[in-house]
């Protein structure tokens, strides 16, 4: 995802000279090639993320397009109440980028972990969330980042994420979009986490349950009104994420389905209110919480099979 991220930014900078890539000594050697072929569009501001944040809302009132680029949880936490207050309250036309979603930074542990970020931002006013699943739609995101104008914030993969779409995919801001078709559940997600849910829907088939996939690379706005079109459709929904189930997307279904009175089974599966447990490769740390196609789908069959 971070070579996807890069190539849609290196295609605007050459567009638009007004479009900057601002780094918190976070760079990779994809920012190495962006700094040789647009030197004066890359600022590094070393490790002082909140500075970084703050600049960047001075250059977007002075017609820049800053994209600030740097591990999420660094991006999310620390600089809090800079995004809330620099940028969100003021409407400023600034990229946050976040590298690193889930469970990626999975050998360095709970504080480099992302998985509270939808449910820390996605209160903020003016904030377009987006949660792509694999590098295609981080260049579809990239570049509908750019032609928003106001604040954006995008959290990404870094670990070779595959392409979830077998043909053409169909982004578009705010929408659901359903990866497969199913008729006994339907799995909402979002993020790198989507190939893993699609392979636990595969393993569920071979159990004789038909399992639809609908992923969410928009968070907010939310696209509620998929939700409620899933409770009408399917006997039971399912959210699944590579973040706690406390204020993302499991939260962001279940508000809709409370407003809506919809009466339909629904459970959430991601971090259930604790840190994520283990260390090791992202597959490890994935399958130690759960979150590796066979956990998630052993945690909805224990989930259909209560429900019967």
């Not at 760079?27 to 190495?32: A, L, P, S």
């Not at 090639?33 to 703050?54: K, T």
Request: hydrophobic residues 45%.
């Amino acid at each position: 995802m971070q070579k996807a991220y890069m190539t849609a930014l290196c295609d605007l900078a050459q567009k638009d000279a007004n479009v900057l890539s601002l780094l918190a000594d976070s760079g990779t050697g994809y920012d190495e090639l962006f700094r040789r072929y647009f030197p004066r569009q890359m600022l590094d501001f070393g490790i002082a993320e909140e500075n970084m944040v703050a600049a960047a809302a001075g250059l977007a009132s002075c017609g820049k397009i800053p994209f600030v680029y740097t591990a999420g949880a660094f991006l999310a936490y620390r600089s809090f109440e800079f995004i809330r207050d620099d940028i969100c309250f003021q409407n400023k036309n600034v990229k946050l980028v976040g590298m690193g979603a889930g469970l990626s930074w999975s050998t360095l542990g709970v504080t480099h972990h992302t998985t509270e970020d939808l449910g820390a931002l996605r209160a903020l006013p003016n904030l377009t969330i987006f949660s792509p699943s694999c590098p295609r739609e981080v260049e579809q995101v990239v570049k509908a980042a750019y032609e928003i104008n106001g604040p954006v914030y995008i959290k990404i993969g870094m670990n070779n994420e595959p392409d979830v779409y077998g043909g053409e995919s169909e982004f578009r801001v705010g929408r659901a979009v359903l990866l497969r078709e199913g008729s006994g559940v339907c799995i909402l997600t979002t993020g790198a986490v989507a190939a893993e849910v699609l392979g636990a829907a595969k393993l569920l088939e071979e159990d004789g349950i038909s399992a639809a996939v609908l992923n969410y690379p928009t968070v907010a706005p939310f696209d509620a009104d998929s939700v409620r079109d899933a409770a009408a459709r399917y006997p039971a929904l399912v959210t699944v994420e590579e973040h706690s189930i406390t204020g993302g997307l499991g939260s962001a279904a279940a508000e809709v389905l409370a407003e809506s009175g919809l009466a339909v089974r629904f459970r959430r599966i991601g971090l259930p209110g604790t840190f994520a447990q283990g260390y090791g490769t992202h597959e490890q740390v994935r399958a130690a919480n759960g979150l590796d196609a066979a956990g998630i789908c052993r945690q909805i069959r224990t989930i259909l099979s209560a429900a019967r």
